[in-house]
């Protein structure tokens, strides 16, 4: 489709946005692009990945992500095979490495997975013959995440450099915030985050970010408006006080959105917490919110890396 | 048993200041003479030049036995002990069962003395199970040869505890050491909180839990007249606040490890398990703290703070893999490193590991004296290698110091007159 003279993912891996370059991130979104534009028009190319098998391995629940995978490897041809293991069975992950061997024993082409830790698809890629793809891990990255929300906003605003973009609520956790930040800095965007300081990280700013804890001095002009889900937990854990208070000082309604710039655009990665971090009726908002879309190039994103990494494997074989 | 005569080795003792060539004459398992005086039907070993020093003194270091065998035995720590000139070892009392109880104190030591190569001083824990509640019997585990009080891994938390425990400890003449720590700080955290521990979207842990925990114990220490010792100490603000501690004249000492002095947390990179440690690998201005701490004196001894971890400890998630790095063949060489940096004198580098540490356990160990059993560690300052996970004496083989290229390796390793190693 595209005929770049490097590889698009040199490692043969997608485990972070960290360390990839500008030149890698423009041309998988484009590809993603010219995916997005097929599947609108209902085309499907279904032998670049016949023969290949997909395994989604996932660890921690999730819907809306395993489909979105499972959608773009159908719609390039690709054997899927689904694997939940419940986070409660999983014995001190003695079964990630069993489950690696297995997985090795059956010459699985992609791995897609997820998991509750830190690090986890990048000890797998060390012990797996297939390319790993992190689809989230623990609070380090969610690099397609990440690419489909650029993506978005960059069909919404035809670049990504010199945009202003707020990533707001529970940073610390969030695996979303952390492959946005350094996907929108390496493309020249400024980014800001905004949460309490219970739920910003360790020196956050290190990470080429203004931090504020002001909702309003935050969105101040802002292009773009990214919104993370804010986990129950944490309020157990005592970051945060209580819901009521959160969304008052925090979350996203029209009132605090009038800060940012008058064609400034909603994200949330979902699901939504309507009436803790985000008020429904922005995020119902057909002129603000993206969040549909969001869910649309996920799976040209999906596509694209599925491409790029069995590109990667035609190569090696 | 003949008589060995040990020629052409450069004598250093850091407790006397000897550090001379010379030849050293043992008989009987105990040192005869450092005269170089000529020896009647004595076998003779020509030492090349090597240095020959007391045989060194571990004031730290976690065995597997007993309770987790699989992990290292002490069968198996002595021999990497051996390996790294280690003669005398103070063994954690955080096994399964913990040393809470004067049979197991003597176990543990009848268990060293059948190694014959490595005599091991146990700590008895500092409170029942080392659970952090209830006190244990000091006075029976002192009788029975404990060298002091700890609860190994874990910081005795309540302040309570801690008080009672440096009171009660003061009558038997022990100290009680402390892992600094913070425990409600410090949590489920992975490694040091900072730039590195949010780009890898690891928990972290302050560096101030070190701090608070020093500066609470100081006061108790101050209160109670007590000994505290800390162990491992890794930041600069906690060994602020025993240097001040130290020049007021309190009852407070402690130890560091080659990790501290030699890695800093760029070390755990890409998730590496082998490289999380209890306290965890800290920022670069810590680490040059902390060998700043070693040349003036601050700090007292320089253990191995041995953790045996298996393949099963560490190969998980980061956050989920176990604590620990093994460190007792790797003790000499990465110190001596800060020898060859320019950081320490050889002679202060080796009173670090021998005649202070002994010191503070109460011990005889750790000299070259006429008379003193002759325990010796033979080493080549400049002889380079490399540290080779798999490839370790003893069973652990997690080190954290993988594919580190060293100068100064052990030649050979005697106890009590005997060639245990080399």
Same mark, same amino acid.
């Given at each position: 489709m595209s005929g770049h003279s490097f590889p698009i993912l040199p490692t043969g891996h997608l485990l972070a946005i960290e360390g990839l370059e500008p030149p890698h991130i423009t041309a998988l979104l484009d590809l993603a692009e010219s995916y997005a534009l097929l599947n609108r028009q209902g085309k499907t190319q279904r032998d670049l990945l016949k023969g290949r098998t997909l395994i989604n391995l996932f660890f921690e629940d999730s819907t809306r992500t395993r489909t979105s995978f499972e959608l773009a490897g159908k719609r390039l041809g690709a054997d899927i095979v689904n694997m939940s293991v419940s986070t409660s069975s999983v014995n001190k992950g003695e079964t990630l490495l069993d489950t690696a061997a297995t997985l090795n024993a059956m010459n699985t082409d992609l791995l897609v997975i997820r998991h509750a830790q830190s690090g986890a698809p990048a000890l797998l890629a060390q012990k797996v013959d297939a390319a790993v793809i992190n689809a989230g891990d623990g609070m380090h990255e969610h690099p397609t995440q990440a690419l489909l929300d650029a993506l978005t906003i960059r069909r919404h605003k035809g670049r990504l450099e010199g945009l202003v973009v707020a990533i707001c609520g529970d940073i610390t956790h969030s695996r979303v915030a952390r492959s946005n930040i350094h996907l929108l800095s390496a493309m020249g965007a400024r980014l800001r985050v905004i949460g309490p300081p219970t739920l910003i990280p360790a020196e956050c700013a290190r990470l080429g970010v203004?931090?504020?804890h002001d909702m309003r001095a935050g969105l101040d002009g802002a292009d773009v408006v990214m919104? *993370? +889900? *804010?986990? +129950?937990?944490?309020m157990n854990a005592g970051l945060v006080p209580s819901p009521r208070e959160f969304f008052r000082f925090f979350g996203l309604d029209a009132a605090k959105l009038r800060a940012a710039k008058p064609d400034a655009i909603v994200m949330h990665p979902g699901p939504m917490n309507r009436g803790i971090e985000i008020d429904s @009726?922005? /995020?119902? &908002? #057909?002129q603000r919110s993206v969040i549909g879309e969001q869910v649309e190039m996920g799976v040209a994103v999906r596509m694209a890396v599925l491409d790029v990494l069995a590109r990667d494997l035609r190569r090696n074989a | 048993m003949t008589p060995l005569l040990i020629t052409n080795a450069r004598l250093l003792d850091p407790a006397s200041g000897l550090d001379a #060539?010379? @030849?050293? !004459?043992? +008989? &009987?398992g105990r040192i005869a003479s450092l005269t170089g005086a000529p020896a009647e039907g004595a076998q003779v070993l020509d030492a090349g030049g090597a240095? !020959?020093? #007391?045989? !060194?003194? &571990?004031m730290r270091a976690a065995i597997g036995e007993p309770g987790a065998e699989h992990r290292e035995t002490i069968a198996s720590a002595a021999a990497a002990a051996a390996a790294g000139g280690i003669t005398t070892l103070a063994m954690l009392p955080d096994t399964d069962p913990a040393l809470d109880d004067p049979a197991l104190v003597e176990f543990v030591i009848r268990r060293g003395e059948a190694t014959a190569s490595l005599t091991i001083c146990p700590y008895a824990a500092a409170t029942k199970g080392c659970a952090g509640k209830e006190l244990s019997e000091y006075g029976l585990l002192r009788e029975a040869g404990a060298v002091a009080f700890t609860d190994g891994r874990r910081a005795i938390g309540s302040a309570r505890t801690m008080r009672l425990s440096l009171s009660y400890a003061r009558v038997f003449g022990a100290m009680v050491v402390q892992h600094p720590e913070e425990p409600s700080l410090a949590g489920l955290g992975a490694a040091t909180e900072g730039e590195l521990a949010t780009?890898?979207?690891l928990p972290g842990i302050p560096a101030a839990a070190e701090a608070i925990m020093v500066a609470r114990d100081i006061a108790l220490a101050r209160l109670t007249g007590g000994h505290v010792h800390f162990a491992h100490v890794?930041?600069? @603000? /906690? *060994? &602020?606040?025993?240097? @001040?501690?130290k020049a007021e004249g309190l009852r407070v000492t402690c130890d560091t490890a080659p990790p501290y002095f030699d890695l800093n947390e760029t070390a755990i990179g890409d998730f590496r398990s082998y490289a999380k440690l209890s306290p965890p690998l800290r920022r670069e201005a810590d680490r040059l703290a902390v060998v700043a701490a070693l040349a003036d004196g601050t700090i007292d001894a320089i253990a191995s703070d041995h953790q045996p971890r298996d393949a099963d400890d560490k190969r998980l998630p980061f956050a989920q893999a176990e604590a620990g790095g093994a460190g007792l063949a790797t003790l000499l060489g990465v110190t001596l490193a800060r020898v060859h940096a320019g950081d320490l004198? *050889? +002679?202060d580098a080796l009173a670090l590991l021998t005649c202070r540490p002994a010191a503070l356990l109460g011990l005889e160990a750790g000299r070259l004296a006429e008379g003193a059993p002759a325990d010796l560690c033979l080493f080549a300052p400049e002889r380079a290698w490399q540290v080779k996970a798999g490839a370790l004496p003893g069973k652990a083989q997690n080190s954290p110091f993988d594919g580190r290229a060293l100068e100064g390796r052990v030649i050979a390793t005697f106890k009590a007159g005997r060639r245990v190693f080399g």
């Amino acid at each position: 489709m595209s005929g770049h003279s490097f590889p698009i993912l040199p490692t043969g891996h997608l485990l972070a946005i960290e360390g990839l370059e500008p030149p890698h991130i423009t041309a998988l979104l484009d590809l993603a692009e010219s995916y997005a534009l097929l599947n609108r028009q209902g085309k499907t190319q279904r032998d670049l990945l016949k023969g290949r098998t997909l395994i989604n391995l996932f660890f921690e629940d999730s819907t809306r992500t395993r489909t979105s995978f499972e959608l773009a490897g159908k719609r390039l041809g690709a054997d899927i095979v689904n694997m939940s293991v419940s986070t409660s069975s999983v014995n001190k992950g003695e079964t990630l490495l069993d489950t690696a061997a297995t997985l090795n024993a059956m010459n699985t082409d992609l791995l897609v997975i997820r998991h509750a830790q830190s690090g986890a698809p990048a000890l797998l890629a060390q012990k797996v013959d297939a390319a790993v793809i992190n689809a989230g891990d623990g609070m380090h990255e969610h690099p397609t995440q990440a690419l489909l929300d650029a993506l978005t906003i960059r069909r919404h605003k035809g670049r990504l450099e010199g945009l202003v973009v707020a990533i707001c609520g529970d940073i610390t956790h969030s695996r979303v915030a952390r492959s946005n930040i350094h996907l929108l800095s390496a493309m020249g965007a400024r980014l800001r985050v905004i949460g309490p300081p219970t739920l910003i990280p360790a020196e956050c700013a290190r990470l080429g970010v203004e931090v504020h804890h002001d909702m309003r001095a935050g969105l101040d002009g802002a292009d773009v408006v990214m919104m *993370l +889900r *804010l986990q +129950r937990e944490r309020m157990n854990a005592g970051l945060v006080p209580s819901p009521r208070e959160f969304f008052r000082f925090f979350g996203l309604d029209a009132a605090k959105l009038r800060a940012a710039k008058p064609d400034a655009i909603v994200m949330h990665p979902g699901p939504m917490n309507r009436g803790i971090e985000i008020d429904s @009726a922005v /995020a119902d &908002d #057909p002129q603000r919110s993206v969040i549909g879309e969001q869910v649309e190039m996920g799976v040209a994103v999906r596509m694209a890396v599925l491409d790029v990494l069995a590109r990667d494997l035609r190569r090696n074989a | 048993m003949t008589p060995l005569l040990i020629t052409n080795a450069r004598l250093l003792d850091p407790a006397s200041g000897l550090d001379a #060539p010379g @030849a050293l !004459l043992v +008989r &009987d398992g105990r040192i005869a003479s450092l005269t170089g005086a000529p020896a009647e039907g004595a076998q003779v070993l020509d030492a090349g030049g090597a240095v !020959l020093c #007391p045989g !060194l003194v &571990d004031m730290r270091a976690a065995i597997g036995e007993p309770g987790a065998e699989h992990r290292e035995t002490i069968a198996s720590a002595a021999a990497a002990a051996a390996a790294g000139g280690i003669t005398t070892l103070a063994m954690l009392p955080d096994t399964d069962p913990a040393l809470d109880d004067p049979a197991l104190v003597e176990f543990v030591i009848r268990r060293g003395e059948a190694t014959a190569s490595l005599t091991i001083c146990p700590y008895a824990a500092a409170t029942k199970g080392c659970a952090g509640k209830e006190l244990s019997e000091y006075g029976l585990l002192r009788e029975a040869g404990a060298v002091a009080f700890t609860d190994g891994r874990r910081a005795i938390g309540s302040a309570r505890t801690m008080r009672l425990s440096l009171s009660y400890a003061r009558v038997f003449g022990a100290m009680v050491v402390q892992h600094p720590e913070e425990p409600s700080l410090a949590g489920l955290g992975a490694a040091t909180e900072g730039e590195l521990a949010t780009r890898l979207g690891l928990p972290g842990i302050p560096a101030a839990a070190e701090a608070i925990m020093v500066a609470r114990d100081i006061a108790l220490a101050r209160l109670t007249g007590g000994h505290v010792h800390f162990a491992h100490v890794s930041t600069g @603000a /906690a *060994l &602020d606040l025993i240097r @001040a501690a130290k020049a007021e004249g309190l009852r407070v000492t402690c130890d560091t490890a080659p990790p501290y002095f030699d890695l800093n947390e760029t070390a755990i990179g890409d998730f590496r398990s082998y490289a999380k440690l209890s306290p965890p690998l800290r920022r670069e201005a810590d680490r040059l703290a902390v060998v700043a701490a070693l040349a003036d004196g601050t700090i007292d001894a320089i253990a191995s703070d041995h953790q045996p971890r298996d393949a099963d400890d560490k190969r998980l998630p980061f956050a989920q893999a176990e604590a620990g790095g093994a460190g007792l063949a790797t003790l000499l060489g990465v110190t001596l490193a800060r020898v060859h940096a320019g950081d320490l004198s *050889l +002679r202060d580098a080796l009173a670090l590991l021998t005649c202070r540490p002994a010191a503070l356990l109460g011990l005889e160990a750790g000299r070259l004296a006429e008379g003193a059993p002759a325990d010796l560690c033979l080493f080549a300052p400049e002889r380079a290698w490399q540290v080779k996970a798999g490839a370790l004496p003893g069973k652990a083989q997690n080190s954290p110091f993988d594919g580190r290229a060293l100068e100064g390796r052990v030649i050979a390793t005697f106890k009590a007159g005997r060639r245990v190693f080399g």
